[in-house]
């Protein structure tokens, strides 16, 4: 049985997930808990390979399927190498997106359906499930804007281009948003949703709603 705590955080990019997620690392190690971040795609030195080809926008012409066996690639990786070493040390581990992106993004957005996005989980991901998962929801239009003007700041600098799910039309974010609403109300117990609000906000919401789950857990991650 593992002993740390595995938390995710989900929604459209530009919902602020990796703002609340530094934040409430601090929150945690401030308290005395051990934390572990990581991302999906990303968060390995293979991973950040694979997120490179599945962000780049001249990487239009993946296939639905050839981007979600991408997807769990990254995510088996990411499990083997930092999250389930984490979990098993005891510490809090933090993930900035997981098989719920999957399932909205290509399950939804691409139209693969639950099913394959499921079965995948459950052979290459050994079925690992998060403890406690935040669905951020602002609205989308404010989200977007903000995940694209995010890029374009970043493809200046950088010359790095996240950009290809932002290119994306309006049909398939609104089929992505179905589908996280479909999971938040078939999964209650693990899904909570959050919507808009100011940061700070926010903020208070996730740590109000994570110190009470941390009662109820008692000494056994602390």
């Known amino acids: 049985m593992r002993k740390g705590l595995f938390l995710t955080f989900e929604g459209l990019d530009g919902t602020g997930k990796s703002t609340q997620i ?33 962000l780049d926008s001249k990487s239009s012409q993946l296939a639905p399927k050839t981007e979600l066996g991408l997807m769990f690639s990254d995510r088996a990786q990411g499990i083997a190498e930092v999250i389930l070493p ?8 933090l993930c900035d997106r997981y098989t719920d992106s999957s399932e909205a993004y290509q399950g939804g ?9 499921l ?5 290459l991901c ?9 669905l951020l929801q602002p609205p989308a239009s404010e989200a977007l804007g903000r995940a694209r003007r995010r890029n374009e700041r970043t493809h200046a600098s ?6 290809r799910f932002e290119s994306e039309k309006d049909a398939f974010y609104d089929r992505v948003a179905a589908k996280y609403e479909e999971i938040a109300a078939r999964e209650p117990h693990r899904v909570v949703k959050l919507g808009s609000g100011s940061i700070e906000e926010i903020q208070a919401q996730v740590v109000a709603i994570l110190s009470e789950r941390l009662l109820k857990i008692g000494p056994a991650i602390i």
């Open 22 to 54: 530094k934040y409430l690392a601090a929150w945690l190690e401030a308290q005395g808990h051990r934390v572990t971040l990581t991302r999906q795609p990303g968060g390995t030195v293979i991973g950040d390979r694979i997120r490179a080809l599945l």
């Open 86 to 93: 984490a979990l098993e040390a005891g510490h809090i581990v």
């Open 109 to 117: 957005g691409r139209q693969l359906g639950s099913e394959t996005v």
């Open 119 to 123: 079965e995948l989980h459950r052979v």
């Open 126 to 134: 050994g079925n690992l499930q998060p403890d406690l998962t935040f």
């Open 158 to 163: 950088t010359g790095t281009d996240e950009n």
